[in-house]
């Protein structure tokens, strides 16, 4: 497959073009106007091919707005690295070797957003669980193969008890009284960088936008006459499950699952979700989809919702401010909110579908 990053595609549609059909008179007007026209880009970073779609605005400018967040993302993707060196490994270093660390003013940020999923899902979202995310084989590039941990490797790490709570942000001194916490923001930096890149977007003065990282996706505003309309994927090779509107406010539609990162072995999936409390991978529930203004609550509530399974799901979600979750398991069953109910538009009907309250 070409590599998207160097071929990036600006596209012009819809019909800017039939300005030059009209009278002369009309010509000024339809040049101030803004244009009924998308444009397009791929950006490689955070490990996939990230999509911005910036609607209404000319092209030139359009060009150099994708220009930034490009460069943004790169540094966000080299800054927020959990195993290539980055400030966020610098970070976990000194927390080793139990020395304060100076923060920049964005890690700060995602670490004061990370520390609220953690106490809204009482603390079964903990980025703060690196050593068992990197014992599972989930900090490589590549797929781990094997046989999993044993359980004794897995009994030791969740022995060390590194958890979120265990940081202390004093201005831009972060300390940690756990030597054990590494940092680990796979959970929720895409999600903040979503709306990083929107509020970037909106500062900038562009009123429609919507930039999809693979499992996530932020908008603001609309396609011209149309709302942004997106597919929620079901689990693995299920295709399109539905299809919900976002928009025109700011929001953020995140899905986690065992579909994308996993390992196997002996036939056996393990998904790169783990329940801190285990240290074990999340088990039953197949996907999770959350749809919330703040794309870093959506992106974290979407892994949160994964761990929680069928039964803690609907208190993990109102503990986390969400209202708009859609959840399969491993059998197919849907269990969603009602409000999220109102605005999916199922391709098939479940066969099972279970509402909560
Ligand atoms: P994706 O990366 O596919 O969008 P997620 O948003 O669900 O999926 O993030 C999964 C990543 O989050 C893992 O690869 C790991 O880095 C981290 N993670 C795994 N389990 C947890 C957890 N319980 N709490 C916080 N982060 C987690
Ligand atoms: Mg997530």
């Known amino acids: ?101 100076q923060v920049s003013p964005d890690l700060a940020e995602l670490i004061a957003r990370s520390k609220d999923a953690y106490l809204g899902s009482q603390g079964i979202f903990d980025p703060a669980a690196g050593h068992l995310f990197a014992l599972w084989g989930f900090q490589q590039d590549e797929r781990p193969t094997g046989p999993p941990p044993s359980r004794a490797e897995v009994a030791a790490v969740v022995a060390e008890q590194a958890r979120m709570d265990d940081l202390e942000l004093d201005g831009d001194t972060l300390t940690s009284r756990n030597p054990k916490v590494a940092l680990d923001f796979g959970g929720i930096a895409k999600g903040y960088a979503g709306h990083l890149v929107i509020a970037r977007l909106r500062a900038q ?22 709302p942004w309309r997106i597919g929620i994927r079901g689990p693995d090779g299920s295709g399109v499950l539905g299809a919900v509107e976002l928009g025109p406010q700011e929001e953020g539609m995140h899905t986690s699952g065992n ?15 783990i329940d801190p409390r285990t ?21 974290a509530a979407a892994t949160a919702l994964v761990v929680a399974g069928p039964e803690g799901w609907q208190e993990v979600a109102k503990r986390m401010g969400v209202t708009l979750a859609l959840l399969v398991d ?18 098939q009907p479940p066969t099972k579908l279970i509402v909560g309250d």
Not at 7 to 20: I, K, M, N, W
Not at 67 to 92: C, I, K, Y
Not at 279 to 299: F, Q
Request: glycine content about 8%; proline content about 7%; hydrophobic content about 35%.
């Open 1 to 101: 497959m070409p590599d998207p990053a160097q071929h990036p595609s600006p596209q012009r549609t819809g019909t800017a073009g039939a300005c030059a059909l009209l009278a002369t008179a009309l010509l000024a007007a339809c040049t101030q106007a803004p244009p009924d026209t998308s444009y397009e880009r791929d950006i490689v970073a955070f490990g996939t091919i990230n999509h911005l779609t910036l609607y209404g605005v000319p092209e030139e400018r359009a060009a150099k707005l994708a220009d930034e967040v490009d460069a943004e993302l790169q540094r966000m993707h080299r800054e927020w690295h959990s195993w290539h060196p980055s400030e966020l490994t610098r970070l976990n270093a000194a927390i080793a070797a139990g020395e304060p660390f």
């Open 205 to 226: 003065g562009v009123d429609n936008a919507i930039f999809n990282a693979g499992g996530g996706l932020q908008v603001v505003g609309s396609h011209g006459e149309r």
């Open 330 to 347: 491993d059998q197919g069953t849907v269990y969603i909110t009602p409000q999220m109910q109102e605005r999916v538009r199922f391709e």
């Open 279 to 299: 240290g074990l991978p999340a088990e039953h529930i197949a996907s999770a989809s959350v749809i919330h203004p703040d794309g870093a609550t959506a992106d």
């Open 259 to 273: 579909y994308e990162r996993y390992r196997e072995f002996d036939n056996k999936r393990y998904s790169h979700i």
